[in-house]
Nanobody, 124 residues
């Protein structure tokens, strides 16, 4: 079993920045592909960004490309999402996800473990 814990959400004004962090634990020595998604009430979970276990490859949704940066620290098995130039449309609950056996792609079904989510609110 893998535990996934997000942190760093909050309230920020439009144009501001936030940094989300995600720690995955439970299987020492194993490094995973990881991703970030977001979801609004009544809507499907939306892909935001993903990073391979090595950190060599990243992927971003078009809506966040150039504003968000995903990175990782494998020594701590953590992933960060630096969010700059935030817009009110970025308001959502953000979820960190771990792909233990699949790939770091854009489909929620590719991820095996999920965090509880952290609220990001961007005011206009």
């Amino acid at each position: 079993q893998v535990q996934v814990v997000e942190s760093g959400g909050g309230l920020v004004q439009a144009g501001g920045s936030l940094r989300l962090s995600c720690a995955a634990s439970g299987r020492p020595g194993i490094i995973y592909h990881m991703g970030w998604f977001r979801q609004d009430p009544g809507k499907e979970r939306e892909f935001v960004a993903a990073i391979t276990w090595s950190g060599d490859n990243t992927d971003y949704a078009d809506s966040v490309k150039g504003r968000f940066t995903i990175s990782r620290d494998n020594a701590k098995n953590t992933v960060h999402l630096q969010m700059n130039s935030l817009k009110p449309d970025d308001t959502s609950v953000y979820y960190c996800a771990v792909s233990a056996w699949g790939s770091a792609d854009r489909r929620p079904v590719s991820y095996d473990y999920w965090g509880q989510g952290t609220q990001v609110t961007v005011s206009s």
